[in-house]
């Protein structure tokens, strides 16, 4: 069946994070957490540092409708730089303006409010930020 997906880039917070994320959304990781120490050494990779092992190269979380939230771990280590959350806005559409209230409440817990949660003129109940791990968010209900 096909899905929508949002994937996720962490230097190495990528664990912290989904943990954070699952504590408001509830539900399990799909599959399993897969580990850079999991896999085979690939060509294309540098040697893995002992203290890399442990990160995360594949995570899975289903959201809200559907959605699923994915993400891995890009050290520095292996020569990656991360540009924490300025490329990736993740939309949600609740069911109800108590649950748009809840969501947007703890995902800004310790992140910084871009627009607080309002009436807006297209006739949803809206506010934007971002995360204490800098994903921008927007939840956005349309609801009676």
């Not at 799909?30 to 002992?50: C, K, N, S, T, V």
């Not at 559907?66 to 890009?74: E, P, Q, R, V, Y």
């Not at 990656?80 to 817990?109: A, Y």
């Amino acid at each position: 069946m096909a899905h929508t997906s949002t994937y996720l880039n962490f230097a190495t917070s990528t664990e912290e994070a989904f943990h954070f994320y699952r504590s408001i959304f509830g539900g399990e990781f799909e599959w399993h957490i897969a580990r850079f120490g999991d896999i085979p050494p690939q060509e294309w990779m540098p040697p893995l540092a002992e203290n890399d092992k442990n990160l995360i190269i594949h995570i899975c979380l289903p959201i809200l409708g559907g959605h699923k939230l994915m993400g891995a771990d890009a050290p520095p280590s292996m020569g990656l730089t991360v540009n924490q959350g300025n490329n990736v806005h993740i939309s949600l559409h609740p069911d109800s303006r108590e649950e748009t209230e809840k969501i947007f409440h703890w995902l800004m817990e310790g992140g910084t409010i871009e627009m607080p949660l309002q009436d807006m003129f297209w006739g949803a109940y809206y506010g934007s930020g971002r995360d204490k791990f800098g994903v921008q968010w927007m939840v956005n209900f349309e609801g009676k």
